[in-house]
């Protein structure tokens, strides 16, 4: 697989959380951030594709994930798990604060490579997805999306699935489109080698 001949996905390791700017690592290594509302997968993205069962920390319980948690992988790349959108028992100042940290991340980070932004493939994508989308698009950050829980529908629906997330997402035919599940690990080869062609 390529990433093995890249990186050794073994070595790795949550580095710090940061809720801004002032506590972000201090160097140049590529970064690739996971956005997503709220139980759609970010963590177990990472988990999977880290070969761990826990290393990012998921929860049945939405809004779990508070901060930009920073991890490290093999010293030559780091994921950031960024908390999820769209929980519902969430203040109002809640959300502005979490709007104000991951916008200061997105827009200012010179790190960062690419958005993993994660939907879910049995269900239209949310105002909040869409939102992101475009937040991403017209920032111009490349912006990779990832639809994840196939396992918890039929193949023979998955094109179909695809179609109506890529048309309320408005896609842009350029981005890429990686079906995957945590379960089966569809989509692991996809996901790894779409990652590290964007470093
Ligand atoms: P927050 O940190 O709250 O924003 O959530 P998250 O996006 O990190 O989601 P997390 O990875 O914690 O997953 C939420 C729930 O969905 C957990 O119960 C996971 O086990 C489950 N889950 C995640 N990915 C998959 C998948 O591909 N298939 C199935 N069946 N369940 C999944
Ligand atoms: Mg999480």
Redesign the pocket.
């Known amino acids: 697989m390529a990433e093995e001949q890249v990186l050794n996905t073994h070595n790795a390791d949550i580095l710090l959380s940061a809720a801004n700017k002032s506590h972000y690592p201090q160097d140049d290594l590529p970064e690739v951030a996971l956005a ?1 509302r ?7 993205f990472i988990n999977t594709l880290l070969g761990r069962k826990n290393l990012a920390r ?3 319980k ?4 508070q901060l930009l948690n920073f991890y490290n992988i093999d010293n030559k790349l780091r994921f950031v798990d960024v ?2 959108y769209g929980y519902a028992r969430v203040s109002k100042k809640e959300r502005a604060k979490w709007g104000k940290m991951i916008e200061e991340y997105l827009v200012t980070r010179d790190n960062l490579r690419a958005v993993v932004s994660l939907v879910d493939l049995r269900h239209d994508p949310t105002q909040d997805d869409v939102q992101m989308y475009e937040f991403l698009k017209y920032y111009e950050i490349p912006v990779i999306i990832v639809a ?2 196939a ?2 529908i039929p193949r023979g629906k998955w094109n179909k699935h695809a179609s109506a997330i890529k048309t309320k997402l408005n896609f842009d035919k350029k981005d890429r489109f990686i079906i ?4 089966t690990r569809e989509g692991y080869d996809e996901a790894w080698d779409t990652i590290l062609a964007e470093l």
């Open positions: 997503g709220s139980n759609v997968g970010k963590s177990s998921t929860s049945g939405p809004g779990k994930t908390p999820g994840t829980k396992d918890k995957f599940s945590a379960v």
